[in-house]
């Protein structure tokens, strides 16, 4: 029993030897995903070998880039990547590829339902409940996302805490294949990841994204709820977050990437800030294991994001947990403990405690808003002068002192966020 993405690979895995259920409470596998545009092969690999041929796989990422805006001005890093790990993708196609595959294997897929409760029965999870219908079950695999009003009936998780969470709104920009390569500089099959720092968020924490598909673009920015919505009530961010992707799409710097395009699609989600902080209280009970955003497995360093690859592997290792106990017959909380333990010797859970100063880097707002002009006053010193260049010292020394940042102050900083990103 599971919902969502996750659920489809589990159902990938089990099918053949378990009956394996799963939920969705859209209307189809994938049609409530929504993310930003880019996925790490080699979890997904392990999964499915033949990914790089079968899956819906839009563009191998080649290019990163990054960017930090101060109004008009934009100072960009670009790498050409010697090896490509990554593939850019929209998530309802992964989803449903995913589902596709499962159901092949004779997994059976119900959409359109809603799971409202687990189902607790002497001390241990018994099934789930939607509507007047009870679904029974050994195991339930708990994979409803962010959003996590499962959980928290149970009491298995807290509240959202707005701190922990980011709003993302991203639009869709068709373009034509020829169009995104030659705008992007890209070659053909070539894909790039483009994430964006500074006034894109207004200098609250969190940033923009670009990531080029097939023929489209996926453009967006993502904002920590708490500082948007303290902004909002001070009065520092006076627009609606859709006029926030607006600004992006018709920034001067921007704007010819995208000039002439359509905007296929748009929407918003919410997405875990990242690091250790939205993992709930229990990863696995008694008949019960969490996978996915549901678990808080999110790892956002600023320059890469990494939920999908997470919640496939989480849901890898549940799956095995669960054919062991159901070997053994004995699906009771020591058994299932298997989960954890598998999670928290994997790269997953290595990656999230090697990042977990990340929320302190992440909320502090000097590198959204500070930083980003910093960069742009430095580089604009050193190529707008008529006559004298100072030298680059010089030239960062004002740009601090300009934003009101002691050297010493910004080397400490750089040097903490250098440390956990
Ligand atoms: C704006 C944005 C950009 C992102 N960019 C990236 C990126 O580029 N790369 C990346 O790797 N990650 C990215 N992420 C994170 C990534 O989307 C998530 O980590 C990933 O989708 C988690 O998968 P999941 O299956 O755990 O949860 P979800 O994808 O949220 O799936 C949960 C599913 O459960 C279903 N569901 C929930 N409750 C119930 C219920 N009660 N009954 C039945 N069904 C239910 C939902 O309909 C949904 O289909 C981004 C997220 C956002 C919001």
Redesign the pocket.
Same mark, same amino acid.
């Given at each position: 029993q599971c919902?969502?993405? /996750? &659920?489809s690979e589990m159902r990938q895995i089990m099918a053949n030897s378990t009956p394996m259920l799963g939920?969705?409470?859209?209307r189809g596998a994938?049609?409530?995903?929504?993310?930003? &545009?880019?996925?790490?092969a080699q979890p997904l690999r392990d999964v499915w070998p033949d990914l790089d041929r079968k899956a819906p796989i839009h563009r191998w990422v080649t290019r990163e880039r990054f960017s930090f805006i101060a109004g008009e001005r934009v100072v960009t890093i670009e790498a050409k990547l010697g090896r490509s790990v990554a593939f850019t993708t929209y998530?309802p196609e992964l989803?449903r590829w995913m589902a596709g595959r499962a159901e092949e294997a004779g997994a059976l897929l119900v959409d359109e339902?809603?799971? %409202?409760n687990i189902l607790v029965k002497d001390g241990k999870v018994v099934g789930v409940k939607?509507g007047g219908d009870v679904l029974e079950a050994n195991v339930v695999i708990d994979?409803? &996302?962010?959003?996590r009003?499962?959980l928290e009936k149970l009491g298995l998780a807290d509240p959202p805490d707005p701190r922990r969470l980011?709003l993302?709104?991203?639009e869709i920009i068709r373009l034509g294949d020829r169009a995104v390569e030659e705008r992007f500089g890209l070659e053909k099959g070539e894909g790039l990841a483009w994430l964006l720092a500074g006034d894109v968020s207004k200098g609250i924490p969190g940033g923009g994204?670009i990531?080029t598909m097939k023929d489209a673009a996926s453009v &967006?920015i993502?904002l920590r709820v708490s500082d948007a919505a303290s902004a909002a009530e001070g009065g520092a961010l006076k627009e609606h977050v859709s006029r926030m992707v607006e600004w992006l799409r018709l920034h001067p710097y921007f704007k010819r990437y995208w000039e002439e395009g359509d905007i296929a699609e748009y929407g918003a @989600?919410?997405?875990?800030e990242g690091g250790l902080g939205y993992v709930p209280k229990r990863l696995y009970w008694n008949g019960l294991l969490v /996978?996915?955003?549901?678990a808080g497995l999110?790892l956002n360093t600023g320059y890469t994001? @990494?939920?999908? %690859?997470?919640?496939v592997a989480s849901g890898k290792m549940a799956a095995e947990t669960v054919l062991e106990a159901h070997a053994r017959g004995n699906y009771s909380e020591a058994v299932l403990s298997a989960y954890e333990t598998r999670l928290k010797s994997s790269f997953v859970w290595k990656e999230l405690v090697k990042h977990r100063g990340i929320e302190d880097v992440m909320s502090d707002t000097w590198f959204f808003k500070a930083l980003p002009a910093i960069i742009a006053k430095t580089v604009a010193k050193l190529f707008e002068a008529d006559y004298e260049e100072p030298t680059m010292l010089e030239a960062i020394k004002e740009a601090l002192e300009e934003e009101g940042t002691p050297l010493l102050l910004a080397a400490a900083k750089l040097l903490k966020a250098a440390s956990q990103l």
């Open positions: 919902a969502g993405m /996750v &659920g939920t969705e409470r859209g994938g049609s409530k995903s929504l993310f930003g &545009g880019k996925v790490y998530l989803v339902v809603v799971v %409202d939607s994979a409803e &996302g962010v959003n009003l499962l980011a993302g709104v991203k994204f990531y &967006g993502v @989600r919410l997405a875990i /996978v996915g955003d549901a999110l994001i @990494r939920g999908v %690859d997470f919640a």
